[in-house]
């Protein structure tokens, strides 16, 4: 019964290709996060959603599309995909948008553009 | 915008011998810091948070951290390291105005040899 968890774990695709991730949480927690890792293993956060209402949204390309049709799923669309996406993507949730206890990550997603 | 910074980036240190990972924060007002940490390709993991409180934080695996407010200090220590502590380290400070996101610093990773 994992908490927080991605599909695909790895994803390899083309440039100039679409594709989706998926995220699912069995916590009841409030709040879902996007978070990406560069190679550098740098973490910074994309978007985040409350109750399906999305809070953050950072500065990314609009490209980049989060959908969330329940407070326990959060998905991440990624239109014309580019080399410069290949990264790990993380989702993550909290309780609440003060995320106060912390947040609970999944496995991650790998993403290599080719 | 609140940040936290990690002044090394790979920490190396024999088993049995005391662990510190730095870790120096910038708020505005009281901060939330966090602790997490990454093992080769998975998830982060939660280790400790200071919200309010005893300036020492005790958390998982036997990690403990000392909030110092006079040094804008969250240092991560653990008395004795083991070879399973070697991973990737993460500080976090909460972003209370910016939908309380989790900024993380650029990591520290750690190298316990036997």
């Known amino acids: 019964d994992t908490a927080v968890s991605q599909t695909p774990k790895y994803l390899v695709t083309q440039m100039g290709n679409d594709k989706s991730i998926k995220c699912e949480q069995n916590?009841?927690?409030?709040?879902m996060y996007w978070y990406k890792q560069d190679s550098k293993k740098f973490l910074k956060i994309m978007f985040s959603?409350?109750?399906?209402?999305?809070?953050i949204n950072e500065t990314v390309p609009n490209r980049f599309s989060p959908k969330s049709p329940d407070k326990a799923h959060l998905n991440l669309h990624i239109n014309s995909l580019e080399l410069g996406d290949s990264a790990v993507y993380f989702c993550?949730?909290?309780?609440?948008?003060?995320?106060?206890?912390?947040?609970?990550f999944g496995s991650g997603t790998r993403l290599t553009v080719v | 915008a609140q940040s936290v910074a990690q002044p090394e980036d790979q920490v190396n240190v024999a088993e049995g011998n005391p662990l510190t990972v730095k870790c120096t924060y910038s708020v505005s007002g009281n901060p939330y810091l966090f602790w997490y940490v990454q093992y080769p390709n998975r998830g982060l993991q939660f280790l400790l948070k200071y919200i309010t409180g005893d300036n020492l934080v005790k958390g998982s695996y036997g990690f403990e951290a000392e909030f110092n407010k006079s040094q804008t200090s969250f240092h991560l220590k653990k008395p004795s390291a083991l070879v399973s502590d070697s991973a990737l380290y993460f500080c976090a400070v909460r972003d209370k105005a910016a939908g309380n996101k989790l900024t993380f610093g650029g990591g520290t990773r750690v190298l316990v040899k036997p």
């Open positions: 993550a949730s909290s309780q609440g948008p003060a995320g106060s206890y912390g947040y609970t």
């Open positions: 916590l009841g927690h409030d709040t």
């Open positions: 959603y409350n109750n399906k209402e999305l809070i």
